[in-house]
């Protein structure tokens, strides 16, 4: 048989679905599972979306679309981030893709040559260095440890800027961490970027609708209008609007970035399919209910879950602001057992979880931070208790 591209020596498959097919299998198996791994929101979006799929089935052109997206739904994405402050966009400065994945992987290929840097902080979303791989870019991590709220410091971003990275990549609020930059701290990483100016910013901001307690949304050009220059700004359907499965992304940014990955599309995947694309508008521009009252009922599945981590001693667990994630540290558990077998390491621990108590979570080596895991709480309501009830006597039971 002829070889693979030494690309694929590079190409992994995801680590989250790993845990999560696990977790079907035991399922499938007859096991009580409560699943707290994959990162799905769990509900589905207004009928509205569905009446404007259904409509564009029945008047399908048949024909090919815009490589950038069809001229509604980018005018409908610009009306959506000027309600965020990102104002000032045309059409020119917007790309869609299949996903804010999809966008990501265009923006890593437009962006970087094989052996440029990359750099982005860790905890970071597992695809990051799946996708800096596939294109051969080199990963510059910047550690940032639960001591530090998993957030990262200007002084960090400035040691890491000053070796000129081609491209940063910033996710905010974070999966896995759930964290969420204050106004004061993206002023103060502004201040930083606007030295650097050879290095692209790329901010996955895909939750940016996903925060509790009335903290708002920042991002580097509220704070320094000037860095529009080279700031992207990444969006996607998938969490806000429950659709993930219709692969939705956005990008705002320069228009020459804009243009690159839309021809990249050209060469991909030619456009995003018309029934989609109405779907998209419907979400953007229709009632915004469901998603609104999504945000306040994970806002309580938030506490619900911080109450029971914060009950567990030993267990460091930086209160999140934002997204459907916590991510506990559970370092002080190394080297104990549970049920006479020596739990060493995060994996190790989630497969004892997972065996003993039936709760699925990603172990957070998965996301550059092996001290940690990370619990994904968008499961239906009722199973959310019972789920962390065994999680606190699992850990109870360690000695
Ligand atoms: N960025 C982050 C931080 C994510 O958590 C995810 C999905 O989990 C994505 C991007 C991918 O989103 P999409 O479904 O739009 O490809």
């Known amino acids: 048989m002829p070889d693979f591209s030494s690309?694929?020596?590079?190409?992994?498959?995801?680590?989250?679905?790993?845990?999560?097919?696990?977790?079907?299998?035991?399922?499938?198996?007859?096991?009580?599972?409560?699943?707290?791994?994959?990162?799905?929101?769990?509900?589905?979006?207004?009928?509205?979306?569905?009446?404007?799929?259904?409509?564009?089935?029945?008047?399908?052109?048949?024909?090919?679309?815009?490589?950038?997206?069809?001229?509604?739904?980018?005018?409908?994405?610009?009306?959506?981030?000027?309600?965020?402050?990102?104002?000032?966009?045309?059409?020119?400065?917007?790309?869609?893709?299949?996903?804010?994945?999809?966008?990501?992987?265009?923006?890593?290929?437009?962006?970087?040559?094989?052996?440029?840097?990359?750099?982005?902080?860790?905890?970071?979303?597992?695809?990051?260095?799946?996708?800096?791989?596939i294109v051969n870019a080199k990963i510059e991590l910047l550690p940032c440890p639960a001591s530090q709220h998993y957030k990262m410091t200007p002084e960090q971003l400035d040691a890491t800027l000053a070796k000129k990275p081609r491209v940063f990549l910033f996710n905010n609020p974070s999966n896995p961490t759930g964290m969420v930059y204050s106004k004061e701290e993206i002023s103060a990483l502004a201040d930083v970027i606007a030295?650097?100016?050879?290095?692209?910013?790329?901010?996955?901001?895909?939750?940016?609708?996903?925060?509790?307690?009335g903290a708002g949304y920042h991002n580097f050009v509220h704070a320094r209008p000037e860095l529009k220059d080279r700031v992207i700004f990444i969006d996607s359907l998938s969490k806000t609007y429950g659709m993930p499965g219709w692969r939705v992304g956005f990008m705002a940014g320069p228009e020459s970035v804009a243009n690159a990955v839309t021809t990249m599309n050209s060469n991909h995947i030619t456009n995003l399919p018309e029934i989609t694309t109405a779907a998209a508008i419907a979400a953007l521009t229709g009632p915004q209910d469901v998603p609104n009252a999504k945000v306040r009922e994970f806002q309580d599945k938030r506490d619900q879950v911080m109450a029971v981590l914060d009950s567990i001693?030993?267990?460091?667990?930086?209160?999140?602001?934002?997204?459907?994630?916590?991510?506990?540290?559970?370092?002080?558990?190394?080297?104990?057992?549970?049920?006479?077998?020596?739990?060493?390491?995060?994996?190790?621990?989630?497969?004892a979880l997972l065996e003993s108590k039936g709760v699925a979570c990603v172990p957070g080596s998965a996301f550059g931070e092996p001290n940690a895991l990370r619990i994904s709480y968008t499961c239906p309501t009722p199973q959310l208790a019972p789920g962390m009830e065994r999680i606190k006597a699992f850990f109870a039971e360690m000695q």
């Open 195 to 213: 030295k650097y100016p050879d290095t692209w910013i790329i901010t996955d901001d895909i939750y940016n609708r996903m925060i509790f307690d």
């Open 7 to 133: 690309r694929m020596d590079r190409a992994k498959p995801s680590a989250i679905m790993a845990v999560a097919e696990k977790a079907k299998a035991l399922k499938a198996a007859g096991k009580d599972i409560i699943s707290f791994s994959i990162g799905v929101p769990n509900f589905l979006p207004g009928e509205h979306v569905y009446a404007a799929a259904r409509d564009a089935l029945a008047h399908d052109s048949g024909q090919y679309g815009s490589n950038r997206g069809a001229p509604a739904l980018v005018d409908a994405f610009l009306k959506h981030i000027e309600a965020i402050g990102l104002t000032g966009y045309s059409a020119k400065n917007i790309a869609t893709g299949v996903g804010a994945k999809h966008v990501i992987y265009n923006l890593c290929e437009a962006l970087l040559d094989e052996g440029d840097t990359i750099a982005f902080p860790t905890p970071y979303w597992t695809s990051y260095v799946d996708i800096a791989e």
């Open 313 to 351: 001693p030993g267990v460091v667990c930086p209160k999140p602001d934002g997204a459907f994630y916590v991510f506990p540290d559970i370092s002080a558990y190394f080297g104990k057992s549970h049920d006479g077998k020596v739990v060493n390491n995060d994996i190790e621990f989630c497969n």
